[in-house]
């Protein structure tokens, strides 16, 4: 949810990065609904987080999340 009400953050930037090759990133740019789709992804440790004007307005970290990933 956005800041303002209770609405899909639009237009943030969702940023993968692997745990141990940190070179490796993959970016998406979320859409009106607040979605967004990372391909080419290989299995494995990475860090998920996102990065928005309106964080930065308010002062405000994103937390980072530690996503593992596996080959189907």
């Known amino acids: ?3 303002r009400a209770r609405t899909p953050l639009a237009g943030a930037t969702v940023q993968l990065v ?9 970016t998406a ?6 979605g967004y789709m990372l391909t080419d992804v290989a299995a494995g440790e990475y860090l998920l987080g996102f990065l ?3 964080l930065d307005e308010l002062a ?6 530690l996503v593992r990933t596996a080959d189907t």
Do not use: A
Not at 19 to 26: G, I, Y
Not at 60 to 65: S, T, Y
């Open 29 to 34: 740019v979320t859409d009106s609904l607040g």
């Open 60 to 65: 405000l970290q994103p937390p980072l999340v």
């Open 18 to 26: 692997s745990r141990q090759s940190p070179d490796q990133v993959r």
């Open 52 to 54: 928005h004007p309106r």
């Open 1 to 3: 949810d956005s800041t």
